[in-house]
């Protein structure tokens, strides 16, 4: 009996390896490791997800963080089941919701700008560093409209605390309102630790409650 468990448990294991396949990819000064144990993950999903990675992330960290990790591991996660999370050089992204949403090759777009942010923990509110994470995606998505994928209209009852989307809104009207560059600055204040809520009164002229309510009075982004 010991003996027919243990052939079993090597079985699965073998099956469990086989399924799991890693490549490697390197390109402009970045390398991505992409390891996927989903056996039915649609190739071309597979193949978007990559190239969407090799064109944003080496204009993210450009842009944002030149310090970045430059060695990134991509886990396609059958156990998983969130969307996608990042940290530490490494992105999970769950194959359920890659099978739901086949088309969000964005997700991507996403998790890198988490690494390029590395914030260290207690750098500042958390509906910061999400709310950035998707106004990057808003700025450097590759096809966020096949991912069925947008900014929502504001609505009476929304607070720039919700973080997401409703939050990367809220900053995509301020650069169109005050300085194109302020979200730079507030992703370093952010990675080295100094923001504070004074930061929006030196770069606007307002606190942030008064911000918000301008923004509400006249949400226009276009």
């Known amino acids: 009996?010991?003996?027919?468990?243990?052939?079993?448990?090597?079985?699965?294991?073998?099956l469990q390896l086989g399924a799991q396949q890693s490549e490697t990819f390197k390109k402009k000064g970045k390398t991505l490791v992409f390891i996927n144990e989903d056996p039915e993950l649609n190739p071309k999903v597979q193949a978007g997800l990559v190239r969407t990675f090799f064109k944003v992330y080496p204009k993210l960290?450009?842009?944002?963080?030149?310090?970045?990790?430059?060695?990134?591991?991509?886990?396609?996660?059958?156990?998983?089941?969130g969307v996608a999370y990042a940290h530490n050089g490494k992105i999970t992204i769950s194959s359920e919701w890659l099978r739901k949403?086949?088309?969000?090759?964005?997700?991507?777009?996403?998790?890198?700008?988490?690494?390029?942010?590395?914030?260290?923990?207690?750098?500042g509110p958390g509906w910061i560093t999400e709310g950035i994470a998707d106004y990057v995606r808003y700025i450097y998505?590759?096809?966020n409209k096949g991912a069925g994928w947008s900014l929502p209209e504001y609505k009476e009852g929304q607070h720039y605390t919700d973080s997401y989307r409703i939050t990367a809104?809220?900053?995509?009207?301020?650069?169109?309102?005050?300085?194109?560059?302020?979200?730079?600055?507030?992703?370093?204040?952010?990675?080295?630790?100094?923001?504070n809520d004074a930061f929006w009164q030196k770069e606007t002229g307002?606190?942030?409650?008064?911000?918000?309510?301008?923004?509400?009075?006249?949400?226009?982004?276009s």
């Open 101 to 123: 949403k086949p088309g969000d090759l964005d997700v991507i777009t996403h998790e890198t700008m988490h690494l390029v942010q590395a914030y260290p923990s207690g750098s």
């Open 169 to 195: 809104r809220f900053f995509f009207w301020l650069s169109l309102n005050y300085k194109k560059g302020m979200l730079s600055k507030l992703d370093k204040n952010m990675r080295n630790a100094t923001y």
């Open 1 to 14: 009996m010991k003996k027919i468990l243990a052939y079993s448990l090597l079985s699965l294991l073998a």
């Open 206 to 221: 307002y606190d942030l409650e008064t911000l918000w309510q301008q923004y509400t009075e006249n949400p226009d982004i």
């Open 61 to 81: 960290v450009k842009t944002f963080n030149r310090n970045a990790v430059k060695d990134v591991e991509v886990r396609i996660d059958t156990a998983y089941t």
């Open 141 to 143: 998505g590759v096809d």
